[in-house]
């Protein structure tokens, strides 16, 4: 699988996210996924990086709401 095709799986299970995902973590999520699909603005970060930023993200916080329950 490719670092796109990845990515857009995370960003589908992002919407399973528990609503008790912090607003700080919502909008990191947010940020690395408008760099990603829109492209780095005011930084130096690529937009592949910003995808692997994101699905190791949206990991974490599956991972944090699996333990949680």
């Keep these: ?7 857009q799986e995370h960003a589908e299970k992002a919407r399973t996210l528990p609503n008790t995902t912090t607003n700080e973590s919502l909008l990191i999520i947010y940020g690395l996924y408008k760099q990603a699909t829109v492209g780095p603005i005011n930084t130096s970060k690529s937009q ?11 990991k974490q ?3 944090e709401a699996a333990a949680a329950e």
């Design 61 to 63: 916080l599956l991972e």
């Design 48 to 58: 592949e990086e910003a995808m692997s930023d994101y699905i190791a993200k949206i």
């Design 1 to 7: 699988m490719g670092l796109k095709e990845e990515f």
